[in-house]
C-alpha cells in the first residue's frame, strides 16, 4: 500500500486547509485510513480516523473543527481543517492499515494508536502562526 499526502502549507490563525491523500495498493476492503501528527519533540498522536464501515473518531483538541472524509472511489483520504490554531501546528501524516476481517486489525479497537497501522505516507506540513 502506498499512501501520498498533499495540501499542506502556512496559515495564518482562524484559516483552513484541506489535505488530501492518495492511496494505491489495498488488497482487502476492511480497512482504516486516518491523519496523524508530529509536532517538533512531541509523539505521534492520532488526529482524525475513518473505518471502511464509515465510523468516524476525533482527538478532542479537533473536534468541531476537523473533518475526515473518503472516496472509496478512487481510496482518496481528506481532512479538512477549520479554525486552525498555532497549535495545530506539525507534520501531518496519512495512515492505514487493512485486513481480511475486521477483528485482525487493531485499527478497529485502537483506532488512534499509531502502532496499530502498518502503512504510512511521508508527511505534509502544517504551520499556522498566529
Known amino acids: 500500500v502506498q499512501l501520498v499526502e498533499s495540501g499542506g502549507g502556512s496559515v495564518q490563525a482562524g484559516g483552513s486547509l484541506r489535505l488530501s491523500c492518495s492511496a494505491s495498493g489495498f488488497i482487502y476492503s476492511t480497512r482504516c485510513m486516518g491523519w496523524f501528527r508530529q509536532a517538533p519533540g512531541k509523539e505521534r498522536e492520532g488526529v482524525a480516523i475513518?473505518?471502511?464501515?464509515?465510523?468516524?473518531i476525533y482527538a478532542d483538541s479537533v473536534k468541531g473543527r476537523f473533518s475526515i472524509s473518503q472516496d472509496n472511489a478512487d481510496n482518496s483520504l481528506y481532512l479538512q481543517m477549520n479554525s486552525l490554531k498555532p497549535e495545530d501546528t506539525a507534520m501531518y501524516y496519512c495512515a492505514a492499515d487493512e485486513s481480511i476481517v475486521r477483528g485482525w486489525s487493531r485499527c478497529h479497537t485502537s483506532p488512534r494508536d499509531r502502532t496499530a497501522y502498518k502503512y504510512w505516507g511521508q508527511g505534509t506540513q502544517v504551520t499556522v502562526s498566529s
Open positions: 475513518i473505518a471502511s464501515d464509515g465510523s468516524t
